[in-house]
Nanobody, 126 residues
């Protein structure tokens, strides 16, 4: 599967953005989808993940209550709704996909994902 993230941009603190991750192919529904981000000078970190069936979602503590991950399997697209943004959310955001079975505890680990899209930059100004 090929993944393409979009929707990044510049926003003031307190604002919102919605990122999209469009996937090619017919097997999107078989992929666990995740979002990761990398801030300047920092390592890439987990943001959120969603199970294949949309029944389960997972969040980093830093975004819990502010970000919402979702997916539309009919549109082969995953989303990340980001609200109440602050300067610490400034980063390049990447979407990732995993097709094989694994424990949900692994969803937080970037090594569990075999497919990655190019990042989209989110800049939050205060």
């Amino acid at each position: 599967v090929q993944l393409q993230a979009s929707g990044g941009g510049s926003v003031q603190a307190g604002g919102s953005l919605r990122l999209s991750c469009a996937a090619s192919g017919r097997t999107f529904s078989t992929y666990v989808m995740g979002w990761f981000r990398q801030a300047p000078g920092k390592e890439r970190e987990f943001v959120a993940a969603i199970s294949r069936s949309v029944s389960s979602t997972y969040y980093a503590d830093s975004v819990k209550g502010r970000f919402i991950i979702s997916r539309d399997n009919a549109k082969n697209t995953a989303y990340l709704q980001m609200n109440s943004l602050n300067s610490e959310d400034t980063a390049v955001y990447y979407c990732a996909g995993r097709q094989g079975l694994t424990a949900s505890s692994n969803y937080y680990n970037e090594d569990a994902y075999g497919y990655w899209g190019r990042g989209t930059l989110v800049t939050v100004s205060s």
